[in-house]
């Protein structure tokens, strides 16, 4: 299978009070961010998404508030998502909604890998149950399986066999 290096959006600073207080700058500065994040790092779920605007904010937790404008923003954008019923993975406006490849090189969570790119690796793994789920875990540097990360790869693989 092909592996690329997952590219990783570069982002500017933002200032979370100014958003709050309707700075327009920092709105323009929100919209380039997620154009930036959602057009180099697609397919990315809503999770990874946030944690890279965390990181920008410099903030530990999104507040229920800022959680809002970002929705309200990917929808003005007009982003393309799927949902893989574990989160939305989103996509740029247009262009090919597939992967043929893996990204490797990002700290991703198991559960922050796409639908669409990890059904590449179950394919050329050719295994199933917790062979495969190990495997997988292997394949992306975790050496535990969580119950989360069960239930993910469960459902990946179940997902997989119905494609």
């Not at 247009?94 to 991703?108: A, C, E, P």
Request: proline share 2%; no cysteine; aromatic share 12%.
């Amino acid at each position: 299978m092909k592996k690329i290096e997952y590219k990783i959006a570069s982002l500017k600073k933002m200032d979370l009070k100014s958003l709050y207080d309707g700075s327009s700058l920092m709105y323009e500065l929100l919209d380039k961010n997620l154009i930036n994040i959602i057009n180099t790092e697609a397919p990315i779920t809503f999770n990874m998404v946030k944690k890279r605007l965390r990181d920008a904010f410099e903030i530990g937790k999104i507040s229920e508030n800022l959680l809002n404008i970002i929705n309200d923003r990917i929808n003005k954008l007009g982003f393309k998502s799927t949902d893989n019923f574990y989160d939305i993975t989103y996509w740029p406006q247009s262009g090919i909604f597939n992967v043929d490849y893996l990204r490797i090189g990002y700290q991703r969570q198991i559960y922050d890998i796409p639908f669409e790119e990890m059904k590449n690796l179950v394919k050329e793994l050719n295994m199933h149950g917790e062979e495969l789920y190990r495997r997988i875990l292997k394949e992306f540097g975790y050496e535990v399986l969580t119950q989360k990360a069960l239930d993910y790869l469960t459902f990946i693989e179940k997902k997989y066999e119905k494609a």
